[in-house]
């Protein structure tokens, strides 16, 4: 069965970084999107960044762009958020999730809808 583990999270200070990971096993579509989503406690789940196999789409939420990247190695099926300069109020559990249509990932639209997701690594940023 198709799954999704995220790996990588940790607790850094202020201005530090971080490279998670999102490892995809049993996937066997050729094309889809994989998102990066956090939940901070007490908040709702907001979408970070997607980025698509075909590299058609790379989508970023305001408040990370310019701090984080995506990337991806398929020959691993594994795909990375690479977070710098990092501020406390990117604490939160990061998932990935992947979007088999690539239909919400080109749309900008960081919904819920995503097709299979992780079990979530935690970051916390202090100051």
């Known amino acids: 069965q198709a799954r999704l583990m995220e790996s990588g999270g940790g607790s850094v200070q202020t201005g530090g970084s971080l490279r998670l990971s999102c490892a995809a096993s049993?996937?066997?579509?050729?094309?889809?999107?994989i998102g990066w989503f956090r939940q901070a406690p007490g908040k709702e789940r907001e979408g970070v960044a997607c980025f698509s196999t075909d590299d058609q789409y790379t989508r970023y939420a305001d408040s990370v762009k310019g701090r984080f990247t995506i990337s991806k190695d398929l020959a691993k099926n594994t795909w990375y958020l690479q977070m710098n300069n990092l501020k406390p109020e990117d604490t939160a559990v990061y998932y990935c999730?992947?979007?088999?249509?690539?239909?919400?990932?080109?749309?900008?639209?960081?919904?819920?809808?995503?097709?299979?997701w992780g079990q979530g690594t935690q970051v916390t940023v202090s100051s």
């Open positions: 049993e996937f066997t579509w050729g094309q889809y999107a």
């Open positions: 999730a992947a979007d088999l249509s690539m239909y919400y990932c080109s749309q900008y639209a960081f919904t819920d809808d995503y097709d299979y």
